[in-house]
């Protein structure tokens, strides 16, 4: 049974040799250009492949430069904001302080006043009650 498979195979090989001897010549012509044109297709696929991988690096350079502006900006502008804010706290700070000392000052004024005129009614007051004893 062995013998028959090897003699079958061997058949079967030889026949395909034949068949693509036939094939050659008769489509020698097609066989090379197809294959041609499947060499030229793998070059140009190759080059796709590194002009792809070039433009993805430049894309991705480009990228990561216009992050690198944004964060700059970003950082500057927020830089600003703090500064613009600090200066305006520190002005309504100083406005509050200085309104804080005015209306100390009037509610020691008006204190003081408070106290002489208390004083001056009870000096009233008691020279009225010792003048009329």
Do not use: P, Y
Not at 70 to 87: G, I, Q, V
């Amino acid at each position: 049974m062995k013998n028959s498979l090897e003699k079958k195979s061997q058949t079967q090989v030889s026949g395909n040799g034949e068949i693509g001897i036939i094939r050659n010549i008769l489509m020698g012509e097609h066989i090379a250009h197809f294959e041609s044109n499947v060499k030229s297709l793998r070059e140009l696929i190759e080059n796709n492949d590194l002009n792809s991988n070039d433009q993805r690096k430049k894309m991705e350079t480009s990228i990561n430069q216009r992050l690198t502006e944004l964060e700059k900006n970003t950082t500057d502008w927020f830089d600003s904001f703090e500064k613009s804010m600090n200066a305006r706290l520190d002005k309504m700070e100083l406005s509050f302080n200085q309104k804080m000392g005015e209306i100390e000052n009037k509610f020691e004024v008006d204190k003081s006043e408070d106290r002489e005129s208390i004083s001056e009614m009870l000096a009233t007051l008691s020279k009225t009650i010792a003048g009329k004893k």
